[in-house]
């Protein structure tokens, strides 16, 4: 408890820096983030959400400057809140509070046609900074937890040439790269009621659509039927190589976060269970890497 104590009472000294605090009345912590701290500050200005991050989160591949860039750009988009401060260097964030309800997994998988229509003005928006390439991630994340030892999890190497052959088949029929978000679980999906927001620009960058669609779509743990229905949403159609696409961006995407969760779970001063986390998915990829249907979405995201 002391040290969480130790630990707010420096976030607020760093926040203390912030021009748009001043004459701020309450700072109040924001729970649910499982990478960074966030508060949320009633300030003269109107309600604000300040990020704060530290240096560590380098490893996680993650450009602090890009996150801030790329947070600008959704908000041109219309997806995503107003940009009001940023210090560079300094691991602060400032953005315009949006009265909203933060989405559980279960409203992903009722607002299907709504996620798909917040997804469409996000990548209809400027373009961002940086490529975010899961594949690519992936090794980065491997070269780091090999390097410094961390926790592996039971036949994660075994998959390296199913992963390539992923690769291959989907370099095929490369979609058009658009502005992403990457990371959108749950409670990163705000509704306003009239609108959905989308938050936090950690991991963005240019990326394919699909990956965003198949992402989105596995971060809720939404059963298999649901994956067409969101394509068919954004796409404005339902075809094989669409799904196939989608379904093979939310395997890597599984495949890569499970050492984001090791690389966690060494290094993270936040008090949740990372591997617990990361594990959840690892065996959910499993499931897939060895399932009957593996060969069948390799052929079809590779098809005319």
């Known amino acids: 408890m002391g040290d969480e104590g130790d630990e707010v009472a420096s976030d607020h000294a760093r926040m203390a820096r912030l021009e748009c605090l001043r004459g701020s009345v309450e700072v109040t912590p924001l729970h649910g983030g499982i990478t960074n701290r966030n508060y949320r500050v009633r300030s003269a200005d109107g309600d ?47 953005v315009r509070w949006v009265q909203a309800q933060t989405f559980e997994p279960a409203d992903v998988g009722r607002h ?49 040439s199913r992963v390539a052959a992923m690769r291959a088949a989907m370099a095929q029929r490369a979609e058009d790269l658009v502005p992403c978000n990457n990371d959108l679980l749950a409670g990163n999906i705000l509704d306003a009621g009239d609108r959905l927001w989308l938050i936090d620009y950690e991991y963005s960058g240019q990326n394919e659509p699909s990956f965003e669609l198949g992402n989105v779509w596995s971060e809720a743990s939404l059963p298999v039927e649901a994956l067409p229905e969101l394509i068919g949403a954004y796409w404005g159609e339902i075809t094989a190589a669409k799904v196939a696409r989608a379904r093979l961006w939310a ?9 984001w969760a090791s690389i966690q779970d060494a ?13 959840e998915k690892y065996e959910r990829a499993c499931e897939e890497f060895d399932g009957p249907e593996f060969d069948r979405m390799l052929k079809d995201v590779a098809a005319p």
Not at 151 to 160: C, G, H, K, M
Not at 251 to 259: A, D, F, H, N, V
């Open 48 to 94: 604000l959400v300040v990020r704060v991050s530290d240096e560590g989160s380098a490893v996680l591949n993650i450009d602090r400057h890009l996150e801030y860039l790329n947070t600008v750009a959704a908000a041109k988009a219309g997806a995503g809140p107003e940009v009001v401060e940023y210090r560079q260097g300094e691991g602060l964030l400032v």
């Open 112 to 160: 299907l046609p709504r996620i798909a229509q917040a997804l469409r003005l996000l990548h209809a928006g400027p373009s961002f900074s940086g490529r975010f390439d899961m594949f690519a991630v992936q090794q980065r994340y491997l070269n780091v937890v090999q390097e410094r030892g961390f926790r592996v999890p039971d036949r994660y190497e075994e998959f390296t």
């Open 251 to 259: 395997l890597m995407s599984k495949y890569g976060w499970t050492l």
């Open 267 to 279: 290094i993270s001063p936040l008090e949740f269970d990372y591997w617990s986390w990361g594990m």
